[in-house]
């Protein structure tokens, strides 16, 4: 009679996959995707193609400043701020602002009496309070042109200017005590990277199909489809065969999503921007992907189990919001723990975490993308998550067999006892 | 062999008793009906039968098996709420639930156009439930319990909603299932249809089968306490006849009266007859809803 597992289990997949809700937010999620893959190549087209700003100034200030700034600008390959001299006092750049000639002014204060090496404070309006990138752009340009005249009113040779301004060189080195060398510093981004994605996806995943499943099973309830189905089939089997149904749904969608995206991103326009940003598809170590699923499967399905059995033990959909909510602050929880965890990943909260069930998923992953854990810590996690997967199978199971015939209000937990059994089970 | 045999069943939940030492047989081809106010544990025994719940004692044997998985695919089951899935095709889900209760996808999908067919509405196949009305959907759902010609059959309150027509229509075809040999056990409020349709009756009370039997032998057991009688005038001085317990006057005509003795009827007719031609005149038997209303009623204390 395994046949009735797969029958649940295929029409759980045709129903989803038929269903209007499922194709269209798929859809829209591919495409933003696609969008997203393709951000590197779009920002680098319009942003190469972005116009200098034009920054006005009045005519016979400072002139000297004024000059430095055209000579820095002039050196840049892709100056991001245009000078543009306008005759007259402030009244006369703010016309010129209003008239859309320029997009900001800057102005020089010029006290009386100048004290010895006094530099001018600078003042930029523009049209809108964050204008940072001009802002910073001419700060730093002012900041130069400051330096460059203490140092030559220091008197020091062009050599010794040239090594001031040179900056330190400091490379960050990731030790590593099972392979022989370290990552280097573009295996680690990597690692964060796909960390950082894996745990976003085990989130969404989680959240996203267990809250499925859990609707699924109370709308059977509540329809009283549940009851022909439980003298049909045991709910053992119904329950599996829906978690495993709305799994490869999940897969489906993720891996339509995940490829968008990785096909954008390894398309040929996109190499050089992914170059420039030091991300190297190739360089993700493929043992890490291997622990990735791993870990996405058993979050999965500790969690989908947990979403059944208390899809299973409320009888209508508008009190379903409030039983999961313990579920879904668990992995909220989960997820914030990993959030904080990518930058202390050898904080001691995320060492005892690390073996919570509900946590490792999220942690254990972390750990071993970010971190060198001993080969002890990884075998205990993963030992408790696989053994808390089958018991907590086994208990939603109970829970299951017993809640799917329990109407009306939702039952206490010494209510389900009791009826577990009544029943015998 | 009966098809289904109960014996002495049990079963508790917590310190309430919810069947308490229930035994019937049904056997191949019979209706047999379950009655009993509402509470009374027919859907705690129509579960036990269905293999939901386990009795805490005695035992339930399918055509002397009992219960296992193989018993299932020859289980059909209509639940008194009634449910599909809202969003999905007929055929969708009539052929899901078949499947599940082992029939094969092309038996069942042929199995469902004929029944489709025989409630005339072979429109409906393509439809999605949502879109039928009530009765319509009370078709389907009975199409589902059926569907995977199973021997033994639990129809809860099959006609509850129903309008006449279809009443008559569902009838009919529950009486083909038990002359083709399914064993059916039938709940329901409706003392007429029970009067029609089943052989064997237990009527329970507060978890006690109360009555049980034939239910000609049943009406035998309760005394004959109503008679009718009309004629073209008015008939006077019938409630001084030795054993009239009270006269009730009907608009249209005629008296129904109570009596408290068997022999209250021959004097009632003499009674009558000395006053002119007489129209009518019946001595009723017990109604099996009076039975009912007297069984449980007197035991509600």
């Not at chain 1, 046949?3 to 809700?21: C, D, H, I, P, Q």
């Not at chain 1, 075998?379 to 829970?399: D, R």
Request: aromatic letters at 8%; hydrophobic letters at 45%; one cysteine or more.
């Amino acid at each position: 009679m395994n046949n009735s597992l797969w029958t649940v289990l295929g029409f759980t997949v045709r129903n989803k996959l038929r269903s209007k809700a499922f194709i269209i937010l798929t859809v829209i999620l591919a495409v933003l995707l696609v969008v997203v893959g393709n951000l590197p190549y779009l920002i680098d087209k319009l942003g190469g193609g972005d116009k200098a700003t034009k920054v006005g100034y009045a005519e016979g200030q400072q002139p000297a400043i004024v000059q430095g700034l055209k000579d820095y600008y002039a050196h840049l390959p892709e100056p991001a701020v245009e000078l543009i001299a306008v005759k007259g006092s402030e009244q006369q750049l703010k016309d010129a602002l209003e008239k859309g000639d320029i997009s900001g002014y800057l102005a020089f204060d010029e006290p009386s009496e100048i004290p010895a090496g006094y530099f001018p404070k600078a003042t930029y309006s523009s049209k809108s309070a964050f204008s940072g990138g001009t802002s910073s752009s001419l700060t730093a340009a002012l900041q130069k042109i400051k330096t460059d005249k203490i140092i030559k009113d220091a008197g020091m040779t062009e050599e010794q200017k040239r090594q001031l301004s040179t900056p330190v060189s400091l490379a960050t080195q990731k030790v590593s005590f099972s392979n022989e060398k370290g990552k280097t510093e573009e295996e680690q981004g990597m690692a964060i990277g796909l960390t950082y994605v894996m745990i976003i996806l085990l989130f969404m995943s989680v959240m996203i199909s267990g809250q499925l499943i859990a609707t699924e099973i109370t709308a059977e309830k509540s329809s009283r489809v549940m009851e022909i189905i439980v003298t049909s089939v045991s709910p053992l089997k119904q329950m599996w065969g829906k978690i495993l149904g709305t799994f490869i749904v999940a897969m489906l969608q993720l891996v339509i999503l995940v490829g968008a995206l990785v096909i954008n991103l390894l398309s040929p326009q996109n190499k050089d921007s992914l170059d420039k940003l030091g991300i190297d598809l190739s360089s993700i170590d493929p043992t890490l992907v291997v622990y990735a699923i791993g870990f996405y499967l058993a979050g999965f399905f500790l969690y989908a189990t947990l979403f059944a059995a208390v899809g299973s033990i409320v009888s209508r959909t508008e009190d379903l919001g409030q039983a999961v909510l313990p579920i879904t602050m668990l992995t909220l929880v989960g997820f914030y723990v990993a959030m904080f965890g990518l930058t202390h990943p050898d904080h001691i909260l995320i060492q005892v975490c690390q073996y919570v069930p509900f946590f490792a998923p999220f942690l254990m992953f972390l750990r071993i993308g970010l971190s060198e854990p001993a080969w002890w810590e990884i075998v205990l996690s993963v030992g408790i998550l696989f053994v808390s997967i089958l018991a907590i199978g086994w208990l939603s199971a109970k829970i299951y067999r017993v809640g799917v015939l329990m109407y009306g209000k939702r039952p206490s937990v010494k209510e389900i006892v009791k009826a577990m059994r009544a029943y015998k089970v | 062999m009966k098809a289904l045999q109960v014996e002495r069943i049990i079963k508790n939940f917590g310190d309430k008793t919810a069947v308490n030492g229930l035994s019937f047989e049904v056997s191949q081809g019979e209706i047999y009906g379950l009655l009993g106010a509402n509470g009374a544990g027919k859907t705690t025994t129509m579960r036990m039968i269905l293999g939901l719940i386990l009795p805490d004692e005695g035992d339930i044997r399918y055509a002397g098996k009992a219960y296992s998985n193989e018993q299932l695919s020859m289980l059909g089951y209509l639940p008194e709420e009634r449910g599909m899935y809202p969003k999905i095709k007929v055929s969708d889900q009539i052929i899901y639930l078949a499947q599940l209760r082992g029939m094969s996808r092309k038996d069942a999908d042929q199995n469902l156009k004929r029944w489709l067919d025989k409630f005339q509405v072979p429109e409906y196949y393509n439809k999605k439930v949502e879109e039928l009305s009530k009765g319509n959907q009370q078709k389907i759902q009975f199409i589902a319990a059926v569907i995977h010609n199973p021997r033994v059959l639990i129809l809860d309150e099959a006609f509850s909603g129903l309008d006449p027509v279809n009443v008559e229509l569902l009838k009919s075809t529950v009486k083909e299932l038990r002359d083709g040999g399914t064993s059916i056990v039938f709940s329901t409020h409706r003392m007429e249809h029970v009067e029609e349709l089943c052989r064997n009756i237990t009527i329970m009370h507060k978890s006690n089968p109360v009555l049980q039997g034939p239910i000609k032998e049943i009406k035998k057991k309760f005394p004959q306490e109503r008679v009718v009688v009309a004629s073209e005038g008015d008939i006077s001085g019938l409630e001084n006849v030795a054993g009239v317990v009270n006269v009730l006057r009907h608009e249209h005509g005629g008296y129904e009266l109570k009596v408290d003795d068997p022999q209250a009827g021959q004097r009632i007719l003499q009674h009558a007859l000395a006053q002119g031609p007489i129209k009518r005149f019946e001595v009723l038997e017990p109604t099996l809803n009076e039975i009912f209303i007297k069984t449980v009623g007197e035991n509600h204390e």
